[in-house]
């Protein structure tokens, strides 16, 4: 029973056709492909802020028509690589949210928060592309999202039975499901054929010991998160406190003391985009 | 206004056979286009025509499916059969009772068709165009799609015939091949693809009027060339290097990464270490059309080229000789 609930759902998950986001980044980014004087820097920092967005970006410069599928992580590489045409393209046809927007902002914050902070610890740690890191952290809920839309119905549910059973979103979708948005995440990593190192990030970031080929990027996004909930940052779909896995943060070496420094950093920065509209 | 094609529609007279025992077609067809622009030569037998299509393939083969000794079909067939003539283009025209049944256009090797009674306006353009698909699909580099050394040279040559300033800027990647061995052809040509992208986006985002100057072709393998004009060339040669040298760790497996290349050993045993692909820009200029052959242009690149090798990082050089 429980194995036929998985297929379905999958088989309903990657059918997602229109992935809507909030308005606030895209009117942003609709005004600035619109500009002919606007950068690549510009709309890539813009779109960074946006996990739809940036899915779409990615999924679309890794498709097989460009030729390196799996190949690209970063927004700014995938816009270099995409032209101003197709991301003119990519922007016209991504709808908006027109209910439970309220809802939704919380989980857009989270998700910028992660990723704000997956940036801060790759830099801390010394990583040559923190963009990646930041990246990843970005599309770790992106789960939830295709959930939101493909699986209204069962989204609903996860959603009581946060509230009757005091449970964690990730409780509640293997309470209701039987797996979590990581699992989700795995499906659609693997489908749009996302580079290894955000796949991994993003389907193992709730156990990042069990990461096999990219421990320290799983392992930031697995901190990111937490950190993101600790300043209460947005909201994830629940209020509880996640679990922080010791392991993870050996895997960077991390000490007190640098912990200390990324959070000094990252309260700074939160008041920095605390007022970035949604 | 005159409907006619005038003769600088293509590049060079186009030959065309005209299979067919009907003289009238011939004449038809003759008054669509300026004189010089089209070459016909009639046939009335597909016998008559075999051996100046073997011998001396035209720029388009125009048969009628009614010929006295095979139909055109079984002509365009025999042709298109053999690899040497298969990017030649054939037209075929038939007849209304042709089209009862649908063609298998599997077993049938043609390009277009025409059917009696011809409509001038339409045969001409269908002409035209069946013409302008084969060029472009004969010059264009499989990989990337990007036009070819046909297109390159003639553009180049255009440009030294109108003593037009212009920077043609040169790109190769220093170690594809080492990166080639190891990782096998399929993984290099991800890169290829890459760089072709590259290339493409960063001279359309450089030079954003579509009436100014711009062109990118791909030679083959890992050689690309860019025109610009001269202005431009050194914020394109820039803009080409950041974005490679950001690019092309993503296309390294975790362990090269880490490592900063790749390290192999060779048939005598000699451990070889080989850094990341770096890009090398040669920039010929034409200042004041200097250069009589779009030859020169590449003689001089080559030399500029070792000059950019020198250097292991992505580098470029632009032509310092003033006329």
Request: charged content about 25%.
């Amino acid at each position: 029973m429980q194995e036929d609930l998985k297929t379905l759902v999958k088989g309903q998950v990657l059918a997602v056709k229109d992935l809507p986001t909030l308005p606030g980044v895209l009117d942003e980014v609709t005004k600035l492909v619109q500009d002919p004087d606007s950068s690549t820097e510009q709309i890539s920092k813009a779109i960074s802020r946006d996990q739809v967005l940036s899915a779409k970006v990615l999924k679309m410069v890794n498709s097989p028509v460009y030729g390196f599928p799996g190949r690209i992580s970063s927004i700014q590489h995938a816009l270099v690589l995409l032209g101003f045409n197709v991301i003119r393209g990519i922007i016209i046809s991504t709808s908006v949210f027109d209910i439970m927007q309220a809802a939704m902002k919380g989980l857009w914050q989270h998700s910028l928060g992660c990723a704000t902070a997956c940036g801060i610890i790759a830099r801390r740690v010394g990583i040559e592309e923190p963009e990646e890191f930041a990246v990843a952290g970005l599309l770790h809920d992106l789960g939830k999202v295709v959930a939101i839309v493909q699986l209204p119905e069962l989204t609903g549910r996860i959603n009581e039975a946060i509230q009757d059973k005091d449970l964690s979103y990730y409780e509640a979708e293997r309470h209701i499901m039987g797996f979590g948005h990581d699992r989700i995440n795995a499906w659609l990593g693997r489908h749009w054929r996302l580079p290894a190192n955000l796949r991994e990030a993003m389907a193992r970031h709730h156990r990042p010991e069990t990461a096999q080929h990219y421990p320290e990027i799983t392992a930031a996004v697995h901190i990111g998160d937490f950190l993101s909930r600790a300043f209460e940052f947005g909201n994830s779909g629940d209020d509880q406190i996640s679990y922080l896995s010791p392991k993870a943060v050996n895997v960077l070496k991390l000490r007190m003391a640098d912990l200390e420094r990324i959070m000094d950093e990252l309260a700074e920065s939160y008041l920095d985009i605390a007022d970035l509209t949604f | 206004m005159d409907a006619r094609v005038s003769p600088c529609y293509f590049n060079h007279p186009q030959r065309v056979f005209l299979v067919t025992p009907d003289e009238d077609l011939l004449q038809l067809l003759e008054g669509l286009w300026w004189p010089g622009c089209m070459e016909f030569t009639l046939f009335s037998r597909a016998a008559d025509a075999l051996e100046q299509l073997f011998a001396q393939p035209p720029d388009l083969l125009l048969t009628d499916q009614r010929l006295p000794d095979m139909t055109g079909a079984q002509l365009a067939n025999l042709v298109k059969g053999e690899n040497v003539y298969r990017q030649l283009p054939v037209i075929l025209c038939l007849d209304h009772e042709d089209m009862e049944y649908p063609w298998d256009w599997n077993e049938v090797e043609v390009d277009d068709f025409l059917f009696r009674p011809f409509f001038p306006a339409e045969a001409r353009d269908r002409i035209n165009l069946t013409l302008l698909r084969a060029l472009r699909a004969l010059d264009a580099n499989p990989l990337s799609k990007l036009p070819g050394n046909t297109s390159i040279l003639q553009r180049t040559q255009d440009l030294v015939d109108r003593s037009e300033a212009f920077a043609l800027g040169y790109v190769d990647l220093d170690h594809f091949k080492s990166f080639n061995d190891k990782y096998g052809f399929s993984r290099g040509d991800e890169v290829l693809m890459m760089t072709a992208r590259l290339i493409v986006n960063t001279v359309r985002d450089i030079v954003r009027d579509k009436r100014e100057l711009s062109f990118v072709g791909h030679v083959g393998g890992d050689d690309f060339v860019f025109i610009v004009s001269e202005p431009r060339a050194e914020a394109v040669c820039l803009r080409i290097i950041e974005a490679f040298d950001g690019l092309v760790r993503g296309f390294y497996d975790q362990e090269d990464r880490k490592r900063g290349g790749i390290v192999s050993t060779d048939r005598q045993g000699n451990v070889q270490h080989f850094p990341f692909m770096a890009v090398s820009i040669a920039v010929v200029l034409n200042p004041s059309g200097k250069l009589r052959h779009a030859g020169e242009a590449a003689s001089i690149a080559a030399a500029l080229k070792k000059k950019a090798k020198e250097s292991p990082e992505s580098s470029y050089v632009i032509d310092q000789r003033r006329a």
